[in-house]
């Protein structure tokens, strides 16, 4: 907890940087650099922008986040995660929206992380994640089939829908050259994993491709033939333009960046941590995106992110400190100043074959099918989120997605919680015979009643609380209420505690409490019940209880 904000930068040099480790860590960082070059272009034309905002995100965000991550192997930088919201947000508010929305995103981030909602982040739904991750593979595939078979489409309408209209209508405008540069830089790729999956397969394609394109003259679309030159060097730092407006126009936006940006560093992290035996400081990380976030705009990059495909090549290619992530953004502005201006000659069907293999790796289409196996809740929710990602809006998706998967949360713990009065001659409310504290232990004066919740106590389980109470014929001389098996109480529990106590008192009946734990006695406490309904009916356990209660009513309880 103590070094939980530390970067791990630090905390290597504070423990002595290893001697053999710089060149494990040169090499690594070299190799993961090369191999982020051409996804950080073809991330960024995909989302709508120009390569070498790709270029600059990989060298300004990935050294941001190596100097702070919370992560000793974290490499961050472009992710095809970003592409849809990215797309969308330049389409509708152009490259300055999409900036503020990443400096707003970014200072969530660092929010989030100075609250040490680190780990609290992990717990986005699985479904959620599964259905969001899927539906934005798709939109990648069919958003590259334009490049691939190299199509005379015009301009593609915005929508999914319409893309796939335009792209059937036009269908019979193939270029055979473009489509065989694709299909030959797929099987390039594929061949190279087949090898090693640390030869880099997805440079390879493009550099043959490059060169067989330029040789040959063959007519394709290339990069500077779409977007012009690329830049030799980083530009200089500017802020965007910045009104209250444009804030609150693209606050949902920022929340869908930062969300992803948080969910993907964190999963990237613990992926690197099952790879290496080492510890990812979540806190940390979330800060160390913020800041990343936050600068990157201003050198005209995208939104960053941990990457899991790049922080896994630098961990399998030795890289154990945060100087390999270092190395890496070094190593890919030296490629932008002495050999940027050749990327121009890339051919675009080359880098529509590195993004489908990309969304092919990002589907995990296996692991979507496997899914509708989950409880029906479960896969219904991941389709909705497909559904809403792939046809609606991303940012749509996740929050509706979130919420359904709240929902379903509540009507589960309901599920779980019960609150009823006991009744021993049932045979499903037996207790355990070694239980100290067995009811069948003790005999019940009449005018006792002793009602137990088992399970959360929330809203749920608060209306069925006091329910049962209210339905009560004959109402007790004293109402014990158990709650040995209630680990946690919300603000509804709480509420429906008081007005039980105040309407017991209302009908001169004493409300006594047994077995309270350690978190719904400390919220009761400090909500102010414990006074309502008073210290001196407050219990340990049944035992105590019914005693008090026999000298309530003047009984005597047999033990």
């Known amino acids: 907890m103590k070094y939980e904000f530390e970067p791990k930068l630090i905390t290597v040099l504070k423990k002595g940087y290893p001697s053999g480790q710089f060149i494990p860590d040169l090499t690594a960082g070299v190799l993961t650099g090369i191999v982020a070059l051409p996804l950080a272009i073809a991330f960024a034309i995909a989302s709508g922008v120009k390569p070498e905002q790709g270029l600059y995100t990989a060298i300004i965000a990935g050294g941001i986040i190596s100097l702070l991550s919370g992560s000793r192997v974290q490499i961050g930088g472009p992710t095809g995660a970003f592409i849809v919201v990215v797309f969308a947000i330049v389409q509708k508010f152009g490259i300055n929206g999409l900036a503020v929305a990443t400096i707003m995103a970014g200072i969530m981030l660092v929010i989030m992380g100075l609250l040490k909602l680190g780990n609290a982040i992990k717990y986005i739904p699985y479904p959620v994640t599964v259905g969001f991750t899927s539906g934005i593979a798709l939109i990648i595939a069919i958003t590259q089939i334009k490049d691939f078979f190299g199509l005379q489409t015009g301009d593609m309408p915005a929508e999914l829908t319409g893309k796939i209209q335009s792209l059937a209508a036009n269908f019979n405008t193939v270029s055979w050259p473009a489509l065989g540069v694709g299909a030959a830089s797929i099987v390039i790729m594929l061949t190279c994993r087949k090898i090693s999956p640390r030869i880099p397969g997805a440079l390879i394609a493009i550099l043959l491709s490059t060169v067989v394109s330029a040789v ?43 969300l992803l940006a948080g969910i993907e ?67 890919l502005l030296l490629i932008l100043i ?30 979507f099918v496997r899914m509708f196996k989950s409880p029906k809740s479960d896969s219904a929710i991941m389709l909705i989120t497909f559904l809403l990602t792939v ?51 003790y005999t019940i004066p009449d005018g006792v009643e002793i009602f137990e919740i088992n399970g959360p106590f929330f809203f749920g389980a608060a209306a069925k609380f006091k329910d049962s109470v209210n339905f009560i014929e004959k109402k007790p001389r004293v109402l014990v209420l158990r709650m040995r098996h209630v680990n946690a109480i919300d603000a509804t529990g709480i509420r429906a505690l008081e007005d039980i106590a105040s309407s017991m008192k209302k009908i001169h009946t004493t409300l006594l409490i047994s077995g309270l734990k350690k978190q719904p006695a400390k919220v009761l406490k400090r909500s102010g019940t414990l006074e309502l309904v008073g210290h001196g009916n407050i219990h340990k356990n049944i035992g105590t209880a019914l005693l008090h209660a026999a000298k309530i009513i003047g009984a005597a309880v047999k033990s």
């Not at 890339?346 to 692991?367: D, G």
């Open 265 to 331: 560093s964190l999963l990237s992290a613990v992926v690197a941590d099952g790879m290496t035996g080492f510890k990812h400081r979540s806190n940390a990380e979330l800060i160390a995106q913020g800041a990343a976030n936050i600068i990157c705009p201003l050198f005209g990059g995208i939104p960053a992110t941990g990457a899991i495909a790049r922080t896994a090549t630098n961990i399998k290619n030795g890289g154990r400190t945060p100087l390999a992530g270092i190395i890496h953004a070094v190593t």
């Open 391 to 441: 046809l609606v809006d991303l940012t749509v998706a996740i929050q509706v997605g979130v919420v359904l998967a709240a929902l379903l949360f509540m009507h589960r713990m309901e599920s779980v919680s019960d609150a009823k009065l006991v009744n021993y001659s049932d045979p499903d409310q037996e207790e355990e015979e070694d239980d100290d504290h067995n009811i069948k232990n």
């Open 338 to 367: 002495f050999f940027g201006k050749w990327a121009g000659l890339i051919p675009m069907a080359s880098l529509s074959a590195v993004l489908l293999v990309v969304a092919y790796n990002m589907s995990e289409w296996k692991l």
């Open 216 to 258: 040959f003259a063959l007519p394709l679309d290339t990069i500077n033939s779409r977007f012009g030159s690329v830049p030799s060097s980083l530009p200089m730092p500017s802020l965007p333009g910045i009104n209250m407006e444009l804030v609150i126009t693209m606050f949902p936006s920022a929340i869908t960046i930062a």
